[in-house]
């Protein structure tokens, strides 16, 4: 396949601290290697059969009035299509708030807890309105997936809720600076088959370029090289 078609869901709603630089990063690296690219807006109105004509998706992050907007149509409408999406092997990324989503629930310190779509094996809760907020620049090194473990990445978090990890997960990375998960055990992110989940804003991908070829790869297969080395100054200064 040369063409790629990306879900970017809620983009309304859900786009913090330049989360929506991710998806300007997948098209650009898709343009310069000449794959057909095109974006799909996923709002609560749009019906989910043009989320299924997709094969990559993108959501990020959000406030917590805005998640819980997005979180009553994730969890009857678009979520159990990426669900089904994900278990087919649909590559993804899933920033901060969406990456709450995709879990069991986020709790936050006022109100019910948020209903997640129950894809991963996660929770989330916010322990309070006393508590620190995970906010700074991060760095960690990625675990899984097997074919970027290593590789040093480089990011921004605010997060107040605490993600913790069940059995069936693998962390995405080990924390060298930064809160990560939830503050305590060392590890950000996760990934699950095709799809990754983090707290890294930053946006992630520009300075973090494995990454989104490795989604991009998902779909199309092997890729040509491209001239990284503005990325790489980028990621190293932030180390
Ligand atoms: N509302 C969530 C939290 O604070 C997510 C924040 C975000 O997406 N930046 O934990």
């Not at 094969?55 to 009857?76: P, S, T, V, W």
């Not at 879990?103 to 620190?132: C, N, R, S």
């Not at 675990?143 to 040093?152: D, K, V």
């Not at 095709?194 to 370029?209: A, E, Q, R, V």
Request: charged share 20%; proline share 7%; aromatic share 8%.
């Amino acid at each position: 396949m040369n063409s790629i078609r990306i879900a970017w869901l809620y983009p309304d709603l859900m786009s913090t601290y330049g989360d929506r630089g991710n998806v300007i990063v997948l098209q650009q690296r898709c343009v310069w290697r000449g794959i057909h690219v095109q974006v799909t807006p996923v709002t609560l109105e749009t019906p989910v059969r043009e989320l299924e004509q997709c094969n990559l998706i993108f959501m990020g992050g959000a406030q917590d009035r805005q998640q819980k907007l997005a979180g009553e149509d994730f969890l009857k409408r678009k979520g159990p299509v990426v669900k089904k999406m994900i278990e087919h092997g649909t590559p993804a990324l899933f920033v901060c708030a969406a990456y709450q989503f995709v879990g069991a629930y986020y709790k936050p310190y006022q109100g019910e807890p948020i209903p997640g779509a129950g894809i991963w094996d996660l929770y989330t809760v916010h322990p309070g309105d006393q508590a620190k907020r995970c906010i700074g620049n991060t760095v960690a090194e990625i675990i899984t997936p097997a074919e970027l473990s290593g590789t040093i990445i480089v990011g921004f978090e605010n997060h107040g809720g605490r993600t913790h990890l069940g059995p069936k997960m693998q962390p995405l990375a080990k924390v060298i600076k930064g809160y990560g998960n939830n503050g305590e055990d060392g590890y950000e992110g996760a990934t699950y088959k095709n799809t990754i989940g983090c707290y890294f804003h930053g946006p992630l991908l520009p300075k973090n370029p494995k990454i989104a070829d490795w989604l991009i790869s998902k779909v199309v297969g092997t890729l040509a090289p491209l001239d990284d080395s503005l990325e790489h100054s980028a990621n190293n200064i932030l180390r």
